[in-house]
Nanobody, 117 residues
Framework: QVQLVETGGGLVQPGGSLRLSCSAS????????MGWYRQAPGNEREFVAG???????KYADSVKGRFTVSRGSARNTLLLQMASLRPEDTAVYYC???????????WGQGTQVTVVS
């Protein structure tokens, strides 16, 4: 059974940067699609960024130009470089990976990102 683990969350001041990593274990297949989601208190979980077929990266409008998503050098890893962080970026960030689609993908346990002065 595939397990995803996120690392790299923490506390940062507005304008700062963080790098999140997601790695998979227990998988014998390559996860074709991997993405990042986030959920702030009282809000629904939302898509942030992901890498899809042929390596195409997609972003939510709220993070375009500030966040960069990429596949790591190791199989089934995903990175999220976050810059110019804002208080509204505060949330638990989740990694999700799937075969051909994220629809039925596997979730990680999440990592907290807090942006505060």
């Amino acid at each position: 059974q595939v397990q995803l683990v996120e690392t790299g969350g923490g506390l940062v001041q507005p304008g700062g940067s963080l790098r999140l990593s997601c790695s998979a274990s227990g998988s014998v297949r390559t996860l074709d699609v991997m993405g990042w989601y986030r959920q702030a208190p009282g809000n629904e979980r939302e898509f942030v960024a992901g890498v899809f077929g042929r390596g195409e990266a997609k972003y939510a409008d709220s993070v375009k130009g500030r966040f960069t998503v990429s596949r790591g050098s190791a199989r089934n890893t995903l990175l999220l470089q976050m810059a110019s962080l804002r208080p509204e970026d505060t949330a638990v960030y989740y990694c999700k990976g799937g075969i051909k689609s994220l629809s039925n993908g596997v979730w990680g346990q999440g990592t907290q990102v807090t942006v505060v002065s």
